[in-house]
């Protein structure tokens, strides 16, 4: 019995440790939105296209790891949504843009269709999507 009150009390230090050492977030640093900025909701389906103004793609997603953008979802391939795959790019290769003209978001990326076909395909599984 006394080792299982040990076990616990150790336990619970260790615990009240780790917590008292996790860092507290920072107070809130208002920003103002540039205009060029876009929202990520407003990044899906937005058309990639390549220097030769073909459609390679489109972006389906953001990925974004403790607060930094790290990568686009992008879907390559398929037609009607029949035989598409995903793959992740790193943000520096796409350069998004607005087109005043129209009211639209458009993308430019530096690859053909076959070099995005090629890529490693990234699954949504349990925690990436419901």
Do not use: C, H
């Not at 795959?85 to 998004?96: E, I």
Request: negative net charge; aromatic residues 6%; without cysteine.
């Amino acid at each position: 019995m006394q080792r299982v009150l040990i076990a616990l009390a150790a336990t619970a230090a260790l615990a009240g440790s780790a917590f008292a050492q996790a860092p507290a977030p920072a107070a809130p640093n208002f920003v103002t939105v540039p205009q060029d900025a876009i929202t990520s909701d407003r990044l899906d389906d937005v058309d990639l296209r390549n220097a030769a103004n073909e459609k390679v793609g489109e972006i389906e997603d953001a990925v974004i790891s403790q607060g930094r953008l790290v990568g686009y979802v992008i879907s390559v391939g398929g037609f009607l949504g029949v035989g598409e795959r995903n793959v992740v790019v790193d943000p520096s290769a796409v350069m998004l843009t607005y087109n005043e003209a129209d009211k639209a978001w458009r993308g430019t990326i530096n690859a053909t269709k076959e070099q995005l076909q090629a890529a490693p395909e990234f699954k949504y599984e349990g925690r990436w999507k419901d």
